[in-house]
């Protein structure tokens, strides 16, 4: 089949929004991207082992293309909901959501509304320091990660963060510190290692620092194991082509190979899950959709397959079965409606729906407690 393609213009009050989507025959994928102001900012990939057929592959792609515009357009509306709130942890929680979806300047916005609105948390200041760098302003990066570390130094994503800015401005020895104090903090973090060798070859190439490229050799290949032995997400064929790059000398090369591997981890899966449920929460109220929490049930599930030793995706699992159970709460509360539709003098069943409510209304405050 030849390539097929759906687009879409999505409106809004900070701008308008491009989505398209394409079948791609000769990648055997679907690729679906957003764009504003004529660049792509967001693409969701899915690969195809076979070739469905003709009319398969046309529903599969206007499938994809509808579920990627209903969580954008979640999280624009989202934006509305919150607009007049005081309590500022929504806009935090928002501001994580858009940047992870490449909206680096709406999450700024939002980052700064949670600031504004009086909240302590060094978080808002990594979406802040994340998401300048992702636009490439440095020196605002720079400094909403400072402020980030001024309020929770033993926080490593801030210090890796620092030293990816430090490693952007050729300060390669800054760098360094900063991704060792990562790492301090978090022996299990998995980019520090990755960024640390980016640093010690960068440093080599620009003969920044004598000290720092003694044993390039063993630096790059203990660093390099140690980050995929954490990682099992990061991009193989990209890890291979490096070494062999770096074992041929071809130093420039291969930090370039490095820098085209993504940041993809199973933490980062499991973080945004999490916040996609706690947006689920703040538009629907009390609803959970059923479907949505299965699929995060089993992408949570793999990655403690692949890693049984990730206590962040045990607690996220946790978290997500007492939203299951409270999915089956309201199924029972509604089982005990329809019997006393049925029978209105059922007594039994009077006293099993006023039991259920109560248990029904406190797993709804908890489930709110855990994401919060």
Known sequence: MDSFELREE???VGGSYFLQTSYLPNEKQVRSAFFKDGNIFDTVLQELEDEPSPAALRELTKEIHNHNRKKFQFLLDAGKKIKDMDDPVPHLKLAQAMARRNLHAEAIREAEKAIEKG???SRAYMVLGSSWYKLKDYKHAFEAIRKGIEISSDYPDLHNMMGQIYLKQNMCRMAVESFKRAIG???????????????????????????????LSEKFNANVERSVQLNPFLDTESIRRARELFNEERLEEALAELNKIGE????????????ELYLILLQSGKELPETEIEKYLV????????????????????????????????????????????????SKAKKNQRLTENDREGIFILLKALLD
């Open 10 to 12: 999505i409106k809004w």
């Open 119 to 121: 909240i302590d948390d």
């Open 185 to 215: 903090l978090n022996l299990y973090f998995a980019q520090p290692y990755l960024n640390l060798v980016k640093a010690y070859i960068l440093n080599t190439v620009i003969k920044q620092d004598y000290e720092l490229s003694k044993n």
């Open 299 to 346: 992408k949570i599930q793999e990655i403690i397959d692949q890693n049984p030793t990730f206590a962040d995706a045990y607690n996220s699992l946790g978290i997500l079965y007492t939203a299951k159970c409270k999915i089956f709460m309201d199924r029972a509360g509604e089982a005990f409606g329809k019997a006393l539709e049925i029978n209105n003098d059922y």
């Open 264 to 275: 993809k981890s199973g933490r980062q899966v499991v973080d945004d899950v999490i916040l």
